[in-house]
């Protein structure tokens, strides 16, 4: 190993050791910890807060992580609001437990959940999505639909919801 | 055309362009002092409703004599003897307006002698509440009421002197030391808190708020417990201002402690919600 080799691993070691690997600072464990107990408060007002925090504040992957991860303990409709705010969050780490919410017994949180892969679904979704555009309830339809409409397949180059769209025209003339 | 012709020409228009605004420059107030004379002339008797137009060469001798200290220094001792000589209301208003640009130090006393005046205490405070220097803030500081230092501080009484000022007046004065923050006013202001007229213990909090350092909150803070019913309100509202004074100059623990007087269940649900986003914000802040 030459010596340009040994500067080079030091140098991405030094620079890998830099990133933060989570929450590094002490203010952000209190803070998500803060935001946690307000989108579980039984308290509208507060619950709010919470979601507009889980919404603007908080960055990096970490903190999106420990909101989706509430989803599956709380009630139905608190479980639309922060589906519906995870989406605007627009970081994709959300999107596994956003899809295991496509699994769940109530229609309007199934439909949040096609809403929110607008934002932060791939192209993997594509099926999903489409299936659920021709076959769910109404409220699913819908949302499936819209989701379609702005979702963007990730490192192809046709949209999703062109091709879908290319393909129902094909399924027409056929 | 070569480069060179059009660099010749560039220098050319350049110098042109410059020797125009010259021109300009001497053409305003300050070229023309016979004009400037005629305006404050006008002014003596100037009242609303008359034409404005008349005191302009004022307004341009005060861009003309941007820079120039000696100049300036002319032109607001005539503004000066504009406010205290026996002139119009809009008149002195006028000169008030005009020394809000141009005012200094040299100013304060003639401006602090308008506070107690009814018509032209809030044109005295338009001045002295943008004037930088001390100067201007310790001329209206010296309207409050005065916190006296212990004599023999085991056996001896706090002694505090009457505000100078009634009503509107001081409501105004305690504004303007709060949009100034001024630190050194807060002791007048703490004992402002418990005045009976409910108006100015309001503007008391707020300027405590506005203040915003830790001495105010700690005034606010001690205060707010007793604070009676109608007072509330405004306290609430000093307290979240005061915080987030304290968090913007890096005071987080002092921000969170006001924050979390005010998280308490006995306060307002919006002021609750208020204070749990502030602390977020401390929280974020970390």
Redesign the interface.
């Known amino acids: 190993m030459n010596r340009s080799c040994v500067l080079a691993a030091c140098f991405w070691l030094m620079a890998l050791g830099g990133l933060p690997a989570g929450p590094a600072r002490a203010g952000d464990d209190e803070l998500l910890g803060m935001i946690v107990e307000l989108v579980g408060s039984p308290d509208a007002d507060m619950r709010l807060l919470g979601l507009q925090q889980v919404r603007e504040e908080a960055p990096g992957k970490a903190a999106t992580r420990r909101f989706a991860a509430l989803l599956p303990d709380l009630g139905p409709a608190v479980q639309v609001q922060l589906i519906d705010a995870l989406g605007d969050r627009g970081d994709d780490t959300a999107r596994p437990g956003v899809l295991a919410m496509l699994a769940v017994e109530t229609e309007a949180v199934r439909a949040a959940a096609l809403r929110a892969l607008a934002r932060i679904g791939t192209a993997d979704d594509g099926p999903a999505l489409a299936r659920m555009a021709a076959s769910g309830s109404d409220m699913e339809r819908e949302a499936a639909r819209g989701s379609l409409r702005r979702l963007r397949a990730r490192g192809r180059r046709t949209p999703w919801s062109k091709r879908w769209r290319m393909r129902m025209r094909r399924c027409g003339s056929s | 055309v070569t480069s060179k012709a059009i660099g010749i020409l560039t220098l050319a228009a350049g110098l042109a362009a410059l020797g125009g605004v010259n021109v300009f420059a001497e053409e305003g107030g300050a070229g023309d002092p016979p004009a400037l004379d005629k305006a404050f002339e006008t002014l003596q008797t100037y009242d609303w409703g008359a034409d404005r137009s008349l005191l302009n060469p004022i307004d341009e001798a005060i861009i003309a004599t941007h820079g120039d200290a000696a100049a300036r220094q002319a032109l607001e001792a005539k503004l000066l003897a504009v406010v205290t000589g026996e002139t119009t209301r809009a008149a002195k208003d006028f000169a008030c307006r005009k020394l809000r640009t141009v005012g200094t130090a040299d100013s304060v006393p003639a401006l602090a002698a308008l506070l107690p005046d009814e018509e032209l205490s809030h044109m005295a405070r338009f001045v002295l509440e943008r004037m930088p220097g001390e100067e201007a803030a310790a001329a209206m500081r010296k309207t409050l009421p005065q916190v006296g230092r212990r004599f023999l501080w085991v056996f001896g009484k706090r002694r505090v002197t009457q505000s100078t000022l009634d009503g509107d007046l001081e409501i105004g004065v305690i504004g303007s030391l709060g949009a100034r923050r001024d630190a050194k006013s807060i002791a007048s202001l703490t004992v402002l808190l418990a005045d009976e007229d409910a108006g100015v213990a309001c503007a008391a909090a707020g300027s405590l708020g506005l203040i915003g350092t830790p001495a105010a909150a700690k005034a606010l803070g001690d205060f707010a417990p007793t604070a009676i019913e109608s007072l509330k309100p405004a306290v609430a509202d000093a307290c979240l201002v005061c915080a987030e004074n304290l968090l913007a100059d890096g005071h987080a623990s002092d921000a969170r402690a006001l924050y979390e007087l005010l998280k308490t269940e006995d306060q307002p ?1 919006h002021i ?2 208020a204070a ?2 502030g ?2 914000a401390v ?4």
């Open positions: 649900k609750q919600v749990t986003k602390l977020l929280a974020a802040r970390k």
